[in-house]
């Protein structure tokens, strides 16, 4: 069976961290990161048009 690849990406970002993930964590974390990854996509292909400019200044 082939490794997959965000188990990969899981394994290794863990690694550099050098954060503990335990099994029981691993369906939590790969969950967590799916999600992240499909809103960062949505985000990616929201297309702007060339005159779009960033914000100067953010305030809450």
């Known amino acids: 069976m082939a490794a997959d ?3 990969d990406y ?3 970002v863990a690694s ?6 335990k099994d029981a964590w691993r369906p939590a974390v790969r969950a ?3 999600v992240s990854l499909r809103l960062a996509r949505l985000v990616d292909e929201f297309a702007l048009p ?3 400019e960033s914000a ?3 305030s809450a």
Do not use: G
């Open 16 to 21: 550099a961290l050098a954060l503990p993930v």
């Open 56 to 58: 100067s200044v953010y």
């Open 10 to 12: 899981i394994d290794a």
């Open 50 to 52: 060339d005159e779009a």
């Open 32 to 34: 967590n990161l799916e």
């Open 5 to 7: 690849p965000l188990d």
